[in-house]
């Protein structure tokens, strides 16, 4: 049974930091890209970062170079992504999605395309970021 959670959101002051965690089970780790995306009341759903867990390689959208680490830990099948320097426009709810195809996951944060092609989808983690 495929699993991914996504925790680690709350309440914050905007300047705070957040780490938040993609639990993953069910399926080979090593084989997927892993990628956060969030969406914001009223908004759609936007791709922020992805991680290539054979490799490690990582990919942002623009919007959050420089704020967003994501990272992974293989051995826990779990990925993170730091945030800092927080936003008021950050609040959302924040996902977790894998695919085998690096290329989806990069093509889906660039354009905002194919996140119904997504092998799966975890439950979100809602982050509110208080100004």
């Known amino acids: 049974d495929v699993q991914l959670q996504a925790s680690g959101g709350g309440l914050v002051q905007a300047g705070g930091s957040l780490r938040l965690s993609c639990t993953t089970s069910?399926?080979?780790?090593?084989?997927?890209?892993i990628g956060w995306f969030r969406q914001a009341p009223g908004k759609e759903r936007e791709g922020v970062s992805c991680i290539s867990s054979s490799d490690g390689m990582t990919y942002y959208a623009d919007s959050v170079k420089g704020r967003f680490t994501i990272s992974s830990d293989n051995a826990k099948n779990t990925v993170y992504l730091q945030i800092n320097s927080l936003k008021p426009e950050d609040t959302a709810v924040y996902y977790c999605a894998a695919d085998r195809s690096w290329n989806l996951l990069v093509m889906a944060i660039v354009t905002g395309t194919s996140l119904r092609a997504m092998d799966y989808w975890g439950k979100g983690t809602l982050v509110t970021v208080s100004s």
């Open positions: 069910g399926f080979t780790f090593d084989d997927y890209t």
